[in-house]
Structures are given as structure tokens and as C-alpha cells.
């Protein structure tokens, strides 16, 4: 079998194992191809019994999985853990903020430590249960806090499927908890609008970039190309980004700009509900070209879907389904079991009356 790409996997963390012995707590370490070369499944797809049908079919035996956490009482207890943590972790994130509004400076030991936190619940292994939780969770008055861990985990995330090393996969966390710091300097009126900002407001909105870059300026413990990210987040590669308006655009700052645009639309805010997933995989596809790093969006675009099958979603129509497959070529397009039956659904239609659509992922 044709192993694949090895995107930021260390071969010890992860087994051959034969595919009838997989369940669903097994994840998939590697891209997965045919005998013609044709991917047949992206790394980080969780692995489901349809799934294991779609591999006997093309005559594949073995697939390499990450090691798992064997019995379902550890699992369960560990998803207690990365609950609590997360909890912590936004609670440190609330403080570090509230610290620096008093007018105190920031308090560096505690990023390194927050970064370990982030670091420690991003094992690759409870990815798929994370991304889910972090889904279900979209308490808009706690933006704030969690905006800035959930960015830093997606920009793990990132990393790591980038094949980065381990300093640049700290860095990648430093920033996206860091990113939006100058947010502190920008009136709670603005920022907590519930109405459409008038252009004066979006102005000063568009000013926290260089807030957040000046608020780390100073601080040698703080590495360059975390403050660049921080300044460049909001750049575009069209250059109608801001605050410069600059197409030089650092790979850090390529990493924080998606998954900032990913979690600030998939969660509730004070002014709108958050979308699906699979909404912000479509406007990524539609408009990313010219304005994300391609290459980065399309890796993020493929292993965060991959890491939603097995997650059951709500439908537009009241029905709870699960999502069976996302097969690499058509990440808009997930494979449910609904009512005893499989279908094949376009995600991102729009839910006019007698359209089906997902209308968010559970946390089960
Ligand atoms: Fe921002």
C-alpha cells in the first residue's frame, strides 16, 4: 500500500493496523491511496464502518492509524480532562486579559504556560473530539477568551499537519493566542455592537493589529515572528487587507489568518449565529484563491473535514445523521447515515424550505 504523505506525522506515534480491526476510535495517520495513485482518503479521517467498506472495495487491508488510547473508560475519562483544560485554559487567557486592561504588563511566563496547556490538549489522537467540542461550545459572551484558544489550537493544528517542527509549532500557538491582544485598546461599544458597524467603527476596528504588534513590541522575551504575525493577521494576499494593506505576508501570519477566519465564523456571536464547518470550507474555496495561502487552506480544507466524520450533525429538518465519509476530492459533499439509510448531502446549500442542510456538528 501506498503510505502517502507523511504531513507532520512521526512514524512512532502511529501502527498498522487491519482495517476489519479498526473502530472508531482509530484516525488515520496518513494519506491513503489505490493502485492507480487516486487518494482515496486524507489523513486524520476517523475511521467508520462505511468507510471500511469503501477500503475493502478497493482492495486495501491494512491502514496505518495513530496508537489510540485503548478502552472506552480511558477515552471518556481523557475527553473529561481536555474539557477541564479547556476550561483553564480559557480562564488563564481571561485573566492575562483583564491583567493587561488594568494597565500591568503582559505577563510572559504565563503564555509559555498557556502554550504548554494548548500543546498538551492538542494530542493528535483527541483532535477529532476537540474540533468537535470546541463546534458545540459557541458561547458568544465568552468569545473573547476562547477566540484566542481556539486559534491557537487550529494553528497547531496546522503546524503540525504542515510537517513543522516543534519550536514553529510553538510559535504557531504563541501567536494565535496572541493575535488579538490589541483588542484591549478598541471601545467594548464597538466591539460588542450588536448592529452592523458604520464605517468609522470598522476603522478602529481595523486598527487592533497594530495595537496587539505595539502591546508586544517591547517585550524581548516575545520571539520577531510573533509579532509579525500579530501585525500581519488581517493582510491579504489581494492586498485589500489591513491594517498595511501589504502582500508580504509572513507563513505565520498565513496560518493565524485561517484559522481566525475559521473560528470567528463558526461561532456565535453577539450580532450572529456561527455557520457550519463545511460553510466556511465553501467560502474558503470560493474566495481564498487570491487572498489565503492556497497550498494552506487547502491542507487545513482537507484534514479538518477528514477530522468531522464520525461527528453527528443536526439538520435543517429536526433529523440527527452522522457523518460517515468526506471523500478528499469533494470535502463539501459529506456521506450520512440518516434513518437507516446513507445520503450524500451538499452541505452548503442554502436551507430554503424542502432543502436539506446541516444545521450544526454535535459533540457526542
Ligand atoms: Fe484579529
Same mark, same amino acid.
Not at 334 to 363: H, M, R, W
Given at each position: 500500500?501506498?503510505?502517502?504523505?507523511?504531513?507532520?506525522?512521526?512514524?512512532?506515534?502511529?501502527?498498522?493496523?487491519?482495517?476489519?480491526?479498526? *473502530?472508531?476510535?482509530?484516525?488515520?495517520?496518513?494519506?491513503?491511496?489505490?493502485?492507480?495513485?487516486?487518494?482515496?482518503?486524507?489523513?486524520?479521517?476517523?475511521?467508520?464502518?462505511?468507510?471500511?467498506?469503501?477500503?475493502?472495495?478497493?482492495?486495501?487491508?491494512?491502514?496505518?492509524?495513530?496508537?489510540?488510547?485503548?478502552?472506552? *473508560?480511558?477515552?471518556?475519562?481523557?475527553?473529561?480532562?481536555?474539557?477541564?483544560?479547556?476550561?483553564?485554559?480559557?480562564?488563564?487567557?481571561?485573566?492575562?486579559?483583564?491583567?493587561?486592561?488594568?494597565?500591568?504588563?503582559?505577563?510572559?511566563?504565563?503564555?509559555?504556560?498557556?502554550?504548554?496547556?494548548?500543546?498538551?490538549?492538542?494530542?493528535?489522537?483527541?483532535?477529532?473530539?476537540?474540533?468537535?467540542?470546541?463546534?458545540?461550545?459557541?458561547?458568544?459572551?465568552?468569545?473573547?477568551?476562547?477566540?484566542?484558544?481556539?486559534?491557537?489550537?487550529?494553528?497547531?493544528?496546522?503546524?503540525?499537519?504542515?510537517?513543522?517542527?516543534?519550536?514553529?509549532?510553538?510559535?504557531?500557538?504563541?501567536?494565535?493566542?496572541?493575535?488579538?491582544?490589541?483588542?484591549?485598546?478598541?471601545?467594548?461599544?464597538?466591539?460588542?455592537?450588536?448592529?452592523?458597524?458604520?464605517?468609522?467603527?470598522?476603522?478602529?476596528?481595523?486598527?487592533?493589529?497594530?495595537?496587539?504588534?505595539?502591546?508586544?513590541?517591547?517585550?524581548?522575551?516575545?520571539?520577531?515572528?510573533?509579532?509579525?504575525?500579530?501585525?500581519?493577521?488581517?493582510?491579504?494576499?489581494?492586498?485589500?487587507?489591513?491594517?498595511?494593506?501589504?502582500?508580504?505576508?509572513?507563513?505565520?501570519?498565513?496560518?493565524?489568518?485561517?484559522?481566525?477566519?475559521?473560528?470567528?465564523?463558526?461561532?456565535?456571536?453577539?450580532?450572529?449565529?456561527?455557520?457550519?464547518?463545511?460553510?466556511?470550507?465553501?467560502?474558503?474555496?470560493?474566495?481564498?484563491?487570491?487572498?489565503?495561502?492556497?497550498?494552506?487552506?487547502?491542507?487545513?480544507?482537507?484534514?479538518?473535514?477528514?477530522?468531522?466524520?464520525?461527528?453527528?450533525?443536526?439538520?435543517?429538518?429536526?433529523? *440527527?445523521?452522522?457523518?460517515?465519509?468526506?471523500?478528499?476530492?469533494?470535502?463539501?459533499?459529506?456521506?450520512?447515515?440518516?434513518?437507516?439509510?446513507?445520503?450524500?448531502?451538499?452541505?452548503?446549500?442554502?436551507?430554503?424550505?424542502?432543502?436539506?442542510?446541516?444545521?450544526?456538528?454535535?459533540?457526542?
Amino acid at each position: 500500500m501506498d503510505k502517502g504523505v507523511l504531513l507532520g506525522v512521526n512514524s512512532d506515534n502511529f501502527t498498522e493496523k487491519t482495517v476489519a480491526d479498526c *473502530t472508531e476510535s482509530d484516525i488515520l495517520a496518513t494519506d491513503v491511496f489505490n493502485s492507480n495513485g487516486y487518494k482515496l482518503l486524507c489523513a486524520n479521517t476517523v475511521i467508520t464502518d462505511y468507510i471500511k467498506t469503501h477500503l475493502g472495495l478497493n482492495h486495501i487491508r491494512t491502514i496505518p492509524v495513530y496508537k489510540t488510547i485503548n478502552s472506552v *473508560t480511558e477515552n471518556s475519562r481523557f475527553h473529561g480532562d481536555i474539557k477541564k483544560y479547556y476550561g483553564d485554559t480559557v480562564n488563564s487567557v481571561k485573566k492575562i486579559v483583564t491583567n493587561l486592561s488594568a494597565g500591568h504588563n503582559l505577563n510572559y511566563d504565563a503564555i509559555v504556560n498557556l502554550t504548554d496547556s494548548v500543546l498538551k490538549i492538542g494530542d493528535i489522537r483527541h483532535c477529532a473530539y476537540i474540533v468537535k467540542y470546541i463546534n458545540q461550545i459557541k458561547s458568544a459572551d465568552q468569545y473573547t477568551y476562547t477566540h484566542s484558544i481556539n486559534v491557537a489550537f487550529y494553528a497547531m493544528l496546522m503546524a503540525k499537519w504542515m510537517g513543522l517542527r516543534e519550536k514553529e509549532i510553538s510559535l504557531a500557538v504563541q501567536s494565535g493566542l496572541l493575535h488579538d491582544l490589541g483588542k484591549i485598546k478598541i471601545p467594548s461599544s464597538i466591539l460588542k455592537k450588536k448592529g452592523p458597524l458604520t464605517t468609522e467603527e470598522y476603522e478602529v476596528i481595523k486598527t487592533h493589529p497594530m495595537h496587539s504588534y505595539k502591546l508586544l513590541l517591547d517585550n524581548a522575551d516575545i520571539d520577531m515572528a510573533i509579532k509579525e504575525a500579530v501585525l500581519l493577521h488581517h493582510e491579504r494576499f489581494d492586498g485589500l487587507g489591513y491594517p498595511l494593506g501589504t502582500t508580504s505576508i509572513s507563513f505565520l501570519a498565513c496560518i493565524i489568518a485561517i484559522a481566525d477566519v475559521y473560528d470567528a465564523m463558526t461561532s456565535d456571536r453577539v450580532y450572529k449565529k456561527g455557520v457550519t464547518p463545511f460553510k466556511v470550507f465553501e467560502y474558503f474555496q470560493r474566495e481564498g484563491a487570491g487572498r489565503f495561502d492556497w497550498h494552506l487552506l487547502n491542507v487545513f480544507i482537507s484534514h479538518m473535514s477528514a477530522l468531522l466524520v464520525g461527528a453527528f450533525v443536526k439538520l435543517t429538518s429536526g433529523d *440527527t445523521a452522522k457523518i460517515v465519509c468526506i471523500l478528499p476530492d469533494d470535502p463539501l459533499t459529506p456521506i450520512l447515515y440518516l434513518n437507516s439509510q446513507f445520503v450524500k448531502l451538499p452541505a452548503t446549500y442554502n436551507s430554503g424550505k424542502n432543502k436539506l442542510d446541516i444545521e450544526c456538528v454535535l459533540c457526542k
